[in-house]
């Protein structure tokens, strides 16, 4: 600053006018610089008009993007059931599930399952420290040392009464006091088979809890060093085979004359909602709730794919001598005052409008009949999207 004072006036002018001017190119510059051109690419699909290429037949070319909201499945024939979708429950196969409880008190020293756990016959499922046991062998034990006794007395007894050296009186009463020993000793045994039916391995007072059958454990109510009884609520485990299960069907008071022992059943879970499995009654139901005027339907399911599972709420359909038919859902169909359509995919990117004949319409789905052949691919997804773009297509004509 103190060298810039020192300049002459003349010498001040000519560096501001430098400034100015450096400001001004630079100004300019700014203003007029080439501008960098940023080439971005959108990925966008190409909306390309249908073309209708003959009367109810539309194709899109590939890559369309209509394609991308229209869906069509491969869909086979299968019997028409005769009535809609009925609420029905899963429940264990009572012919192939253990629920293990005890006969006796006692105390869990050592649990050897947990749920889940694939158990053959006779596997340990739990350890349990009884004293009912220990009471029951030392009973035992006590009868036979003295039937053992009184038998020991009837020989003696016997050697002397032919020398008449005992008497009638005391020889009868020798013989009563033999037979109540081995009474006792029945009740002793009878009892210690009661409290052990099942013929479970016993060590002192320590009695091992085994698997009666071969499956998996599904529940356990046992926790280590619970007081065990008889009397328990619940099982301490449940033992099963997953792969065959109880279907509960709540069939309506009115259709209960329509079903017949042997009759196939389709479920639908909304755990697997594209899936559907089979299963066959087994037995029809013999009582009316008052309350509800239904009846309790029973069908065994094939669950070899161990998907469903006990208490599923599922919806069953009973099939049986009402025809055969395409199940489509009602979002497929298009109604057209009386007569009803959907749209079928004859290859990639062409479908065609084809008339139908619905056998039953139920909530969510319709059984066709005349019409569909079956295991053709229709659109189940984008009907009517189809169907604008076909009249469009017609209306530009």
Not at 58 to 84: E, F, H
Not at 117 to 132: C, R, T, Y
Not at 217 to 243: G, I
Not at 256 to 266: N, P, R
């Amino acid at each position: 600053m103190q060298y810039f004072n020192k300049l002459s006036n003349q010498q001040k002018k000519i560096i501001g006018i430098v400034l100015v001017i450096f400001l001004v190119l630079l100004l300019t510059w700014l203003i007029f610089k080439p501008k960098k051109h940023i080439a971005t690419v959108e990925s966008t699909m190409v909306v390309a008009a249908p073309e209708v290429i003959a009367s109810g037949v539309i194709r899109y070319k590939s890559g369309a993007a209509q394609l991308s909201m229209i869906q069509s499945q491969l869909i086979p024939i299968s019997p028409v059931p005769i009535a809609d979708q009925l609420s029905a429950r899963i429940a264990y196969d009572d012919e192939v599930t253990a629920r293990i409880g005890v006969s006796f008190s006692g105390r869990i020293i050592s649990l050897k399952a947990a749920p889940g756990d694939v158990v053959k016959a006779g596997q340990a499922l739990a350890i349990i420290d009884s004293p009912d046991f220990g009471t029951a062998y030392a009973d035992l034990n006590k009868a036979r040392a003295d039937e053992k006794r009184k038998q020991l007395a009837v020989k003696r007894a016997k050697d002397l009464v032919p020398g008449e050296a005992i008497s009638t009186r005391d020889w009868e009463a020798v013989q009563a006091e033999y037979a109540q020993a081995q009474a006792e000793t029945a009740r002793a045994e009878q009892r210690l088979k009661n409290i052990n039916p099942h013929d479970l391995l016993i060590k002192g007072q320590r009695v091992t809890l085994a698997s009666p059958m071969d499956g998996i454990v599904t529940e356990r109510n046992a926790t280590p060093a619970l007081e065990v009884s008889p009397n328990m609520a619940a099982p301490l485990f449940v033992v099963t085979d997953p792969k065959s299960l109880w279907l509960m069907i709540d069939l309506p008071e009115s259709l209960l004359g329509q079903v017949k022992l042997g009759s196939e059943v389709a479920l639908v879970s909304d755990a697997y909602p594209t899936e559907r499995f089979n299963a066959k009654i087994i037995q029809l139901g013999q009582v009316i709730n008052p309350n509800t005027r239904r009846a309790n339907v029973l069908a065994r399911i094939d669950n070899s794919a161990g998907k469903l599972l006990p208490e599923m709420f599922v919806r069953a359909s009973i099939l049986q001598n009402n025809g055969q038919g395409v199940r489509v859902p009602n979002e497929a169909i298009l109604i057209r005052g009386i007569y009803s359509y959907v749209f079928v995919e004859t290859s990639p990117g062409e479908f065609t409008l084809r008339p139908v004949k619905l056998l039953k319409r139920g909530i969510d789905f319709s059984y066709v009949g005349e019409g569909l052949k079956g295991d053709e691919k229709i659109v189940i997804k984008g009907a009517l999207l189809l169907d604008a773009e076909m009249d469009s297509r017609a209306g530009d004509k």
